[in-house]
């Protein structure tokens, strides 16, 4: 019996070791082939020629092919360029997927001279059901992903969003269009809820800035105290404790895009001055820093005060005004585009049934009518608020006039036109003694009206106080004091 035993020279049992390691993979692969520094086929084994019909090829001598030509997808041709072998990959093509296998080939001073490849499985699909399953769950998670971001990266609202197409709703479209080609200082000016917001968004993303930033800033729903550190931002040390880090500021955060100040006439007159410097220079100074910063920021200001009448009063500053009245495009109230209510209804019930996953519903003719007489003072925030509601409250797919009576019990009505003076009824003689009775004394009457407004612009806002306090006219602390008096 003779027995072999390992050669005793490390060349020697590398030679063994590389000779042994291709019989090896040669008999467990299902196909090899060799190609040459050309990627030309040196050599193909009898167990990759079966593969070759399902490529489209004919029984026959592929020596002397270019490897691309016969194995489409192929990646030798890069194992060869790089130097660096693919020890697991999954090719496919047309005859299928397969597990595969490429290594570079070198000369004895390291050089490439060709490649060799392997195919370790066909149909890995079912010999390898749980990393396949795997690979397809994570693929298909990427591209998922891959989806979402660029949904994200997608404007939220376009100009077209803007739903409406009266007159007056077409106009203002028109002048966000105009508006969004420059890049001068915006002021969108309009009532609570008729889409300035909307708008401001619109023309970032119509605008040449429209791949960087959108940053909004609600300036009433700030302290006053913090403002000018969330405008400017905070210097690193310039407080102990959790802003030690320091902290960049909106204009910042929108250096190269659009600043949207929202509730701009809320801005303290104290802070109003050094606004206005640096819409004037572009440059800001961090809380705490000697250091002034450049930015390019866009502005884009926003308002439902009357700024003029703010700036008679004392409370807002002229030049500020001035600087910001640029280019201002007056947002038209629900009550004044009648016409597309039926438009937006159709719209918000969409994107209401999108959120709440309910089905879609729709509004019966007399619902629409009962709709379009109110006067709606928190206007498409308010509609969209009432939709919502109705929506939730009941199971039918159609919503009537019924379904909304309660909730719009309280809106403001629109006065209906005025009757012609012949035509007027005149109030009989009972009906002028019950109106005397009914008379209340001046206080209580005007603490009940009081009461109703409060009532009916926190309806109109669902619920939103600050928002209520500001449709009154009045400041949140004294909607708090009536609210507690009430
Ligand atoms: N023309 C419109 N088409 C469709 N939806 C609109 C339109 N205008 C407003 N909306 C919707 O109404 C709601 C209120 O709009 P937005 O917040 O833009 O109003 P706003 O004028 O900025 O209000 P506020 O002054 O109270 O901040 C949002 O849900 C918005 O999507």
């Known amino acids: ?6 050669p005793a020279d490390a060349d020697g049992v590398l030679k063994l070791a590389a000779q042994s390691m291709f019989d090896t993979l040669a008999q467990a692969a299902m196909g090899m082939m060799v190609v040459d520094r050309q990627h030309r086929i040196v050599w193909i084994s009898e167990g990759y020629k079966r593969f070759l019909p399902g490529l489209g090829h004919e029984e026959g001598d592929f020596v002397g092919r270019l490897v691309e030509e016969v194995v489409p997808n192929t990646l030798m041709a890069h194992v060869i360029e790089t130097g660096q072998p693919m020890l697991v990959d999954l090719l496919t093509n047309q005859a299928g997927t397969f597990l595969v296998s490429r290594m570079p080939l070198r000369d004895a001073d390291g050089g490439v001279i060709g490649a060799l490849g392997l195919v370790l499985l066909d149909h890995p699909e079912t010999t390898m059901q749980p990393l396949m399953t795997k690979f397809s769950r994570l693929q298909r998670e990427l591209d998922d992903a891959r989806q979402q971001l660029a949904a994200q990266r997608r404007p939220k609202y376009t100009i077209a969003s803007f739903i409406g197409s009266s007159p007056v709703a077409m106009e203002t479209k028109r002048q966000a269009r105009r508006v969004a080609q420059t890049d001068s200082t915006v002021l969108l000016l309009g009532e609570t809820g008729t889409g300035k917001e909307l708008l401001a968004h619109a023309i970032h993303a119509a605008s040449t800035r429209a791949s960087r930033a959108f940053v909004g800033v609600n300036i009433a729903a700030v302290p006053d105290t913090l403002l000018e550190a969330e405008f ?10 959790a802003d030690r880090k320091g902290r960049d500021g909106k204009f910042k955060l929108a250096d190269g895009g659009t600043l949207f100040l929202d509730e701009i006439g809320d801005m303290p007159v104290a802070l109003q001055s050094k606004l206005l410097r640096v819409l004037q220079e572009q440059e800001i100074e961090p809380l705490g820093s000697n250091k002034v910063e450049r930015v390019d920021v866009r502005i884009i200001a926003a308002t439902s005060r009357d700024l003029p009448a703010m700036v008679a009063a004392g409370s807002f500053r002229a030049d500020l005004y001035y600087r910001l009245n640029v280019l201002p495009i007056r947002l038209p109230a629900l009550r004044e585009r009648l016409p597309d209510l039926e438009a937006l209804v159709e719209a918000l019930a969409d994107d ?24 709606w003072p ?7 608020n009432v939709l919502e509601q109705a929506t939730l409250m009941t199971d039918d797919t159609v919503l009537t006039a019924a379904h909304f009576s309660s909730l719009v019990d309280g809106v403001p009505q629109l006065s209906p036109p005025p009757l012609p003076a012949a035509a007027a009824p005149r109030a009989p003689v009972a009906d002028a003694a019950a109106a005397t009775a009914a008379i209340k004394p001046l206080p209580q009457a005007i603490a009940e009206l009081e009461q109703r407004a409060i009532r009916e612009a926190l309806e109109a806002t669902g619920g939103n106080k600050l928002a209520a306090s500001r449709l009154l006219g009045i400041s949140r602390a004294t909607l708090y004091e009536k609210l507690g008096s009430s």
């Open 378 to 384: 928190g206007n498409i925030r308010e509609l969209r």
């Open 1 to 6: 019996m003779t027995t072999t035993t390992l």
């Open 352 to 375: 209401i049934a999108r959120r709440s996953g309910l089905p879609h519903k729709g509004l019966s003719p007399d619902a629409l009518e009962l709709l379009s007489r109110q006067a």
């Open 232 to 241: 400017f931002g905070v210097a690193p040390g310039a407080y102990t404790g």
